[in-house]
């Protein structure tokens, strides 16, 4: 390095000018390699941070919404068929309407996901049969024939279907000028005019009534509890309202007081009480077939409200027999399984579900007795061969318990076991002295999670398949 | 010679000074502390209030009464001052849009509000609900599939209480919606709501 104390009489002023030039570049360059050093330790902040708030998601929400709106859009498709084609037969709505319908649905549903890159499949795999109870025209919820008082309280009032799983279960066009007045909290079970629904549990003991009144021009809704004697609360609406039971809504707003059908243990049995002090429209699905006379549901409730399962009858099978009456029971679709693929760049999904719409509580799990034939073969005795067909949505059946009861005391059983998913067979009971006698056969299935459900039917031992009871 | 060694000495230096300078300069132009619009928190926020504000209207079914707003004999939403779907921020006539300014509007957050339907060739098409503008670079977009059937009625707020409630008037029957009939079942249509927001 040239030396710095300069020599100034040798040389130029060139060099000693060159010296401190030199020493300003020197600096200069210290300068410039720090401030890149500061730029780069700023940009691996600024990386650090912009990758700390990247959402770490990895397309699978997409997804899972995806499979949530096709739940929504194939249970809606599924009410609406019910709804629209009562009175057809179970397999022309599950092989020619619900097909229909869903053709529709899926161009419009896939073009939109396409739109953003993504697609996906829906296949139906499967249904479950169940039952439509519906009032078309606006009027009383009372049944078809008179004089039903299963309850023995509230004049007039009907079972509308038992022991069942019930989904989408809504009274509309209730208006506030056709109900009795009254103001919460009461205890329906002791006022004479005020309609209510009664809930019965069958896994225990407890009963929920859901009242209807007129409060101040508008529509109230109470629910009280038998358990423990009191209210559980009241909810008001406009002077005319929808009470959805199943989805715990009236008129749209949420009504905490009517999500009781979540906490119902075992099955449910449905009554109307004072069912003229009401008017308006209602419809329920369940989940046994039933909807022709001589079919399980049917008799059952024929038999609460009339005493034998001949007499009634409840329902009409059709809204055009129906006419202007009410109410009707018809085939309906209770479940739909698909088969639901659902591909984009990063993820593939692919699943099989059930699609039950407004169902409370858990899914339906009860095994259900779709036929009961009993042939009379008295001669000197009673004996009655009875066949049986016994079905299960989880399909595991376990056994089935045959009686013959006279007079609420069982004079012959025989249990059977039985497995899968559905089974048949029948069983042949006899009493030695009971020519002439009436008896009560109970045909009961349970599962091996023990859920239980059974079926009665009366009839008279006189070697004759007519008359009532037969 | 000598000389001219210096000389490019100099120049490279110069160039090297420079270019450092340059360098160290435009990496700092942009930081996460920054006041623009760009920056990624605020996008995942306003995604999630938007995801959130859609899924309560669905839940409830306002979102269904916001879309079935429609005066068929004006052909246009309920409420609008001048064509088909709400421009000013005025009082909001239905529970939807009443929320949506709640979120957003009243924060200074602008919202776009778009219903795309599938017409009768099986083309998606779009129909305004609220416009505000053009979004910015940063805007987020949330979505929701709602199906549209045959029995469904169109809603209106005849007593002005901000609530809709439902008419006679079927979807099928109904003579100027912007959604046509896809279907020969009870479906009518798909809907996919969209709802853009961006920080003005």
């Given at each position: 390095m040239a030396s710095v104390d300069g020599h100034r009489d040798r040389g130029h002023d060139d060099h000693g000018h060159g010296d401190r030039a030199q020493m300003v570049l020197i600096g200069a360059l210290a300068v410039a390699v720090s401030l890149v050093m500061l730029a780069v330790v700023l940009n691996s902040a600024i990386y650090t941070q912009n990758l700390a708030t990247r959402?770490?998601?990895?397309?699978?929400g997409a997804a899972v919404d995806a499979r949530d709106g096709v739940r929504d859009g194939v249970g809606a498709i599924t009410d609406r068929v019910n709804e629209n084609h009562a009175g057809d037969d179970y397999a022309t709505l599950t092989g020619t309407h619900l097909p229909a319908a869903m053709d529709d649905w899926r161009p419009a549903a896939v073009r939109h996901v396409m739109a953003s890159g993504r697609t996906f499949r829906v296949d139906l795999a499967g249904n479950t049969e169940g039952t439509r109870i519906a009032d078309g025209s606006v009027g009383t919820f009372e049944p078809r024939t008179s004089g039903a008082n299963p309850l023995g309280y509230g004049s007039p009032n009907w079972l509308v279907a038992t022991p069942v799983e019930v989904r989408h279960f809504r009274l509309s066009d209730v208006s506030a000028s056709d109900l009795t007045s009254a103001s919460a909290s009461f205890d329906p079970q002791t006022t004479s005019d005020v309609f209510f629904v009664e809930v019965r549990e069958t896994g225990g003991s407890d009963a929920w009534q859901v009242a209807l009144y007129e409060d101040g021009g508008k529509v109230s809704v109470e629910v009280w509890d038998e358990d423990e004697g009191s209210a559980v609360g009241s909810c008001l609406a406009d002077s005319t309202a929808t009470v959805d039971l199943t989805r715990a809504t009236l008129d749209g707003q949420r009504c905490e007081p009517l999500a009781f059908l979540d906490d119902v243990d075992g099955l449910a049995k449905i009554y109307y009480v004072n069912s003229d002090d009401v008017s308006g429209t209602y419809e329920l699905t369940v989940d046994r077939a039933g909807y022709q006379t001589g079919d399980p549901l049917k008799d059952r409730v024929d038999a609460a409200n009339y005493d034998d399962q001949c007499s009634g009858p409840t329902y009409f099978d059709s809204p055009s027999e129906a006419g202007g009456g009410s109410p009707y029971a018809t085939a309906a679709i209770y479940s739909t399984t698909v088969d639901f693929r659902y591909l984009s760049q990063s993820v593939t999904y692919d699943t099989r579900f059930r699609v039950a719409n407004d169902e409370p509580g858990p899914i339906a799990k009860h095994p259900k007795v779709i036929d009961v034939t009993v042939t009379d073969n008295s001669d000197s005795g009673a004996s009655f061969t009875v066949s049986w067909s016994v079905t299960d949505p989880n399909g595991d059946l376990d056994t089935i318990s045959v009686e013959l009861r006279r007079d609420d005391s069982v004079v012959d059983s025989s249990t059977t076991a039985v497995d899968g998913g559905s089974d048949s067979g029948s069983t042949t009971l006899s009493d030695s002295?009971?020519?002439?006698n009436t008896y009560t056969i109970v045909v009961e299935v349970t599962d091996s999670e023990s859920n239980t459900r059974s079926n009665s039917e009366t009839h008279v031992a006189d070697d004759d398949a007519s008359g009532c009871p037969p | 010679m000598r000389a001219q060694a210096h000389t490019l000495e100099s120049v490279v230096a110069s160039l090297l000074l420079i270019g450092s300078l340059v360098f160290a300069y435009q990496v700092t132009a942009v930081t996460p502390l920054t006041g623009s619009t760009s920056s990624q928190h605020i996008e995942n926020q306003q995604r999630a209030a938007a995801e959130g504000v859609l899924q309560i209207a669905e839940k409830s079914g306002a979102l269904r009464r916001a879309v079935l707003f429609w005066d068929d004999t004006k052909n246009r939403f309920y409420g609008t001052d001048d064509g088909q779907y709400y421009t000013n921020k005025v009082d909001p006539p239905n529970e939807f849009l009443a929320s949506l300014t709640r979120a957003f509007e009243d924060r200074g957050i602008s919202l776009n509000v778009n219903v795309v339907y599938v017409d009768s060739d099986g083309d998606r098409r779009r129909q305004r609900m609220v416009y505000r503008g053009e979004p910015s670079s940063n805007a987020v977009t949330v979505t929701t599939m709602l199906t549209l059937y045959d029995d469904d009625v169109l809603y209106a707020d005849s007593d002005g209480d901000g609530v809709a409630e439902p008419t006679d008037e079927e979807l099928d029957t109904a003579s100027s919606f912007y959604a046509p009939d896809v279907g020969s079942s009870s479906v009518y249509n798909v809907v996919v709501v969209e709802v853009t927001v961006w920080r003005q």
């Open positions: 959402s770490g998601e990895a397309g699978t002295d009971g020519d002439g | -």
